[in-house]
């Protein structure tokens, strides 16, 4: 079960940020560090020691990408009372292990396709259950960029969220099974969410030295929607035109068609593009937050569903199911969270003011 939620608000420069960020989730940063030292145990026999290891060696990468998110990461490391490379391999953790699959589901809506004219954008995330324990809100108040809240894994400074300047970003798992020392994901997501403009938050992407394979989802108030698949050595914008914006867990772009490994591996990704696809053409009127709600709660193909529940069949680091889903209102800069699976039907409503 995910744990009770709340907001923490952070505020001064990147230090003073990360000092407050520890201080307040450290119960919760050391579950994230059990969870992740079990897993890559678990799954490949890398202990946390080893882990650690090799999250160091992005470090000249993250310094000259963003160093604030090294000045962050020492302060929650103090905050927390943790030393500093355990901060660092939760931002690392999805180049610790290369190219293991995850779920997630995203849908999204230009303002000529919703009922008030607003901007959405929204996700499941599909992992292992346990990772809802240590789940954090964070709200960020910053003096140099614009204003941020995100939903994280405690101890992660960049993650899916949204922006003051309207800008929104998610995340789909996608993989070419091979990556490179450079930037981690989560470094991005945090130099995303400090964008003005999103094509401001395309050149994160597009101009970093990319560690691994993945694709963000991003999203302006102004009136744009875009998948960026990228892999080490490439990447594309796939952008929402004609339609709602949907993507899983395979790439849609022909550039990266013939390396993708998730399609092996994860095959229902293909059933829930295809089902969230239909679910919005045979809604023949505008859409609203509701609407986009119920396809993120749906059971086709169940448990590998939408709405992705545990298949006891499955090995124990695959049991995948959505830990959470979250809806963003980029105009209104607000979002909805749904504790595990939204077929529960218990939705949270933060707003960034």
């Not at 927390?80 to 999204?108: K, M, W, Y």
């Not at 996608?174 to 964008?195: D, E, W, Y």
């Not at 059933?271 to 709660?297: G, I, P």
């Not at 090995?315 to 959470?324: E, H, I, N, W």
């Amino acid at each position: 079960m995910m744990a009770p939620l709340s907001v923490i608000s952070l505020s001064g420069n990147a230090f003073e940020q990360g000092l407050t960020y520890g201080r307040i989730e450290q119960e919760k940063i050391l579950k994230a560090i059990h969870f992740y030292s079990g897993m890559f145990e678990g799954m490949a026999g890398i202990s946390w020691e080893k882990a650690k290891s090799i999250s160091s060696s992005f470090l000249p990468a993250i310094q000259d990408y963003y160093p604030e998110a090294l000045d962050e990461m020492r302060g929650i490391s103090q905050g927390a009372n943790l030393c500093f490379e355990d901060i660092l391999t939760l931002n690392c953790r999805s180049e610790v292990l290369f190219a293991q699959p995850d779920g997630c589901s995203c849908i999204g809506l230009l303002p000529e396709q919703s009922t008030d004219g607003h901007v959405y954008l929204g996700q499941t995330w599909d992992w292992l259950r346990k990772s809802g324990e240590h789940i954090s809100i964070v709200k960020i108040q910053q003096d140099h960029g614009p204003d941020i809240l995100m939903v994280v894994e405690a101890g992660v400074i960049g993650g899916k969220g949204l922006n003051s300047n309207g800008i929104g970003v998610g995340l789909n798992c996608t993989s070419v099974s091979k990556g490179q020392i450079g930037v981690p994901l989560h470094i991005m997501f945090r130099t995303i969410l400090n964008a003005t403009t999103i094509s401001n938050g395309l050149d994160c992407i597009a101009k970093a030295k990319r560690a691994g394979a993945g694709t963000f989802n991003l999203g302006s108030s102004e009136g744009f929607l875009m998948s960026v698949e990228y892999t080490p050595d490439n990447f594309d914008v796939l952008m929402a035109e004609n339609s709602p914006l949907c993507h899983t867990n395979h790439y849609q772009s022909p550039l990266f068609k013939d390396q993708d490994t998730f399609k092996i591996e994860l095959t229902d990704t293909f059933v829930r593009l295809n089902r969230m696809r239909r679910l919005c053409q045979a809604h023949t009127e505008k859409y609203d937050r509701t609407f986009l709600m119920s396809v993120l709660s749906d059971h086709a193909n169940y448990p590998d569903s939408i709405c992705s529940h545990e298949d006891p069949a499955d090995p124990p680091f695959k049991q995948l199911c959505t830990v959470y889903s979250m809806m963003m209102d980029l105009t209104e800069r607000t979002l909805w969270i749904t504790p595990n699976n939204p077929c529960e039907g218990h939705e949270i409503k933060i707003s960034l003011y």
